[in-house]
């Protein structure tokens, strides 16, 4: 008997938005909890982000000089941290609310035909979609901004980044802070619902009865294909041709794999949905191999089910390729570093400074030995118009370089001189490594006009080409110019020849012996290091964080299906093992496109500096490997649920 008019319109006048998101609170918890914790944690992690921020923003205007340098560095890391939170975030929390939507499309479906306009719908999700951001947002920032604020203040002071006498702002700053960052949040939130929003409305009720809300990715469509091959024409192929232009050096054409890695795992999960159903018939082949009863079930989930295939490897393509390309190249740049040091130091101590202390620019005498100040200053080469692509290339910077003679240098330091000869750069004479010199097409004997660190244009004889440039400056010249031409100088380091336990140590100076300083020798600096670090940890955990919410929505829809393997005759450690191999042949297929193209982007890194294969001498890319496997594996079996009894099995089906 179909309801009288009235009758439909009391009940979709009953309908209010708080009533229907109370309502999928108590029935499908599971639902809200993937958008409730990307909410909660981005919010934690981006207030105590924004407060570290501002202590150094404030900082930065210290009379101090080194406080404020301090603070200057503090605040560049920070501002890249926050960048890759918001971004990581957009997409995080814009895949969890497109799939949380797509599950509730029988909801929608019920409204509509209770006489529910496409409007309505529409403002029902947005307010959805405010009253979780705002709730959740709220309570993470509560409780998670101010520990994480701490312990990274606490994290900065200890590299050297803070001053110990830095605090964090005051509690109404603070509280100001955090509600806009909420507040943030809230409208990107809303932002990412909007296509979902617009999409509901749009569809037929009929339609949408129908659909079973499995779609957990989004769907082959023109749009993605072309938005996918765009980025390969116009932001990979250019990167690629760069790498194959015959007159750059080989360093500089290696040190653009990572930016080619940067591109690629991003274009690569654009065009997932036509690259994942060929990896499958490999990864479902194994299973039958490996369990030849329920590896032929999970291969065929596998095949059958594409587009949840896709969402779980996309995921792990980011964390993994990213992870791993970042570390390999720093792993193997500072493995080039160290080899070079060990290579070029000759001398028999070096004396290094603390952050704040200048060492000085003229090394004194001291009994039973001598010591060679290495100059801190910088040079600016004329632009190479004849270089490939020299149009487009901004004028050069200052670059970093040494001021001392060659006759000294010689004596400490082994730059591998292949063309002339170090000891001939005095005077008006300079040494350059040999990037620099093919790069610009310098011979030996050729005149240069070169600014030097305090704008004066000078022309300098270029002396002698060096090879090992890695480790240290592409420029080296005289004292005497460095000393005239640099305001204030001081020395970046002092090398020892003779007794070293005889020099006059100041306060804030380290004098190490060769053995000691090559055994502690750092290649990167202490804000390099948390850079890295930081940028792999939030990549990884906000790529993660989508995989575990997936998995988890991906097992919730399937359960009529565990329900009908169960009635066929399948066990319940034959339906856990099921869940298992499915789960991990779709991590699989995202962990093949990632080794892929890590290895493509960093073998020609390793090539060029002389390593048959890259170097990750880390313990980050072991444990990267298994908090994926960790955070893929248990929100599907804890959603799935593969022990329960079959009447269990069934009862959950129904509802």
């Known amino acids: 008997m179909t309801p009288a008019p009235g009758l439909i319109a009391i009940r979709a006048h009953r309908i209010t938005p708080f009533r229907l998101f109370v309502s999928e609170l108590r029935a499908y918890p599971g639902r809200v909890a993937g958008a409730a914790t990307a909410f909660a944690i981005t919010a934690a992690c981006v207030s105590?982000?924004?407060?570290?921020?501002?202590?150094?923003?404030?900082?930065?205007?210290?009379?101090?000089?080194?406080?404020?340098?301090?603070?200057?560095?503090?605040?560049?890391?920070?501002?890249?941290?926050?960048?890759?939170?918001?971004?990581?975030?957009?997409?995080?929390?814009?895949?969890?609310?497109?799939?949380?939507?797509?599950?509730?499309?029988?909801?929608?479906?019920?409204?509509?035909?209770?006489?529910?306009?496409?409007?309505?719908?529409?403002?029902?999700?947005?307010?959805?979609?405010?009253?979780?951001?705002?709730?959740?947002?709220?309570?993470?920032?509560?409780?998670?901004?101010?520990?994480?604020?701490?312990?990274?203040?606490?994290?900065?002071?200890?590299?050297?980044?803070?001053?110990?006498?830095?605090?964090?702002?005051?509690?109404?700053?603070?509280?100001?802070?955090?509600?806009?960052?909420?507040?943030?949040?809230?409208?990107?939130?809303?932002?990412?619902?909007?296509?979902?929003?617009?999409?509901?409305?749009?569809?037929?009720?009929?339609?949408?009865?129908?659909?079973?809300?499995?779609?957990?990715?989004?769907?082959?469509?023109?749009?993605?294909?072309?938005?996918?091959?765009?980025?390969?024409?116009?932001?990979?192929?250019p990167i690629v041709l760069v790498m194959l232009v015959g007159g750059l050096p080989s360093t500089s054409r290696a040190a653009v794999a990572p930016a080619l890695a940067l591109m690629i795992i991003p274009t690569l999960a654009v065009l997932a949905p036509w690259i994942v159903p060929s990896l499958t018939w490999p990864v479902g082949i194994l299973l039958r191999v490996v369990d030849r009863r329920v590896g032929r079930i999970a291969a065929a989930g596998l095949r059958a089910a594409p587009v949840r295939t896709t969402a779980i490897a996309v995921p792990v393509l980011i964390a993994v390729g990213i992870s791993v390309t970042l570390l390999g190249a720093a792993g193997t740049v500072d493995a080039a570093v160290q080899r070079e040091t060990q290579q070029s130091l000759r001398a028999d101590g070096v004396v290094t400074a603390d952050p704040g202390t200048l060492l000085p620019a003229i090394a004194a005498p001291y009994p039973g030995g001598a010591g060679t100040a290495l100059i801190a200053t910088t040079v600016t080469a004329p632009k190479n118009t004849a270089a490939p692509f020299a149009e487009f290339t901004p004028p050069a910077a200052g670059a970093r370089a040494w001021g001392v003679d060659g006759d000294r240098l010689g004596t400490v330091l082994d730059l591998g001189v292949h063309a002339g000869r170090m000891a001939d750069v005095k005077g008006s004479a300079f040494a350059v490594s040999a990037n620099q010199a093919d790069a610009q097409g310098w011979q030996v004997g050729r005149r240069v006009r070169m600014t030097l660190a305090d704008g004066t244009a000078q022309t300098l004889r270029l002396a002698a080409v060096f090879d090992r440039a890695l480790a240290f400056p592409e420029f080296v010249i005289p004292a005497r110019l460095a000393l005239a031409h640099t305001a204030h100088p001081t020395a970046e380091q002092i090398l020892l020849t003779g007794r070293t336990s005889t020099w006059p140590v100041r306060h804030g100076e380290h004098v190490y012996p060769r053995s000691a300083y090559l055994s502690s020798f750092a290649p990167r600096s202490a804000i390099d290091e948390i850079s890295v670090r930081l940028t792999v940890g939030v990549v990884t955990g906000y790529a993660l964080l989508a995989a575990a919410n997936t998995c988890s929505l991906a097992q919730r829809d399937r359960r009529a299906l565990r329900s009908h393997l169960r009635a066929l005759g399948l066990g319940r450690f034959q339906l856990l093992r099921c869940v298992l191999y499915e789960v991990l042949g779709a991590a699989a297929v995202g962990l093949m496109l990632a080794a892929a193209t890590a290895l493509a982007c960093l073998m020609p890194l390793a090539s060029a500096f002389g390593f048959g294969r890259p170097v990750l001498g880390d313990w980050w890319a072991a444990a990267i490997l298994a908090v994926v496997l960790t955070a893929l594996v248990l929100p599907g079996v804890l959603t799935a649920h593969p022990l329960r009894g079959i009447k269990r099995q069934f009862s959950q089906a129904a509802s």
């Open 48 to 237: 105590a982000g924004v407060l570290l921020l501002a202590t150094s923003i404030g900082a930065s205007t210290s009379r101090d000089a080194a406080v404020a340098a301090q603070a200057e560095a503090a605040g560049n890391l920070l501002s890249l941290l926050l960048g890759l939170l918001l971004m990581s975030s957009v997409m995080v929390i814009g895949s969890t609310l497109s799939l949380w939507t797509a599950q509730r499309q029988s909801q929608f479906a019920v409204c509509r035909a209770l006489g529910v306009t496409a409007g309505r719908v529409r403002r029902m999700i947005v307010a959805d979609v405010v009253r979780l951001a705002l709730l959740t947002s709220a309570v993470g920032a509560a409780l998670g901004a101010l520990p994480l604020a701490a312990a990274g203040h606490r994290l900065l002071i200890g590299a050297g980044l803070f001053p110990s006498t830095l605090g964090l702002p005051d509690a109404a700053t603070g509280l100001a802070l955090t509600a806009g960052v909420c507040a943030s949040l809230c409208l990107v939130g809303v932002l990412a619902a909007l296509s979902a929003a617009v999409a509901a409305g749009r569809a037929d009720p009929i339609g949408l009865l129908k659909d079973d809300g499995a779609a957990l990715a989004p769907r082959r469509s023109r749009a993605r294909l072309i938005t996918g091959l765009s980025v390969v024409v116009l932001l990979c192929g």
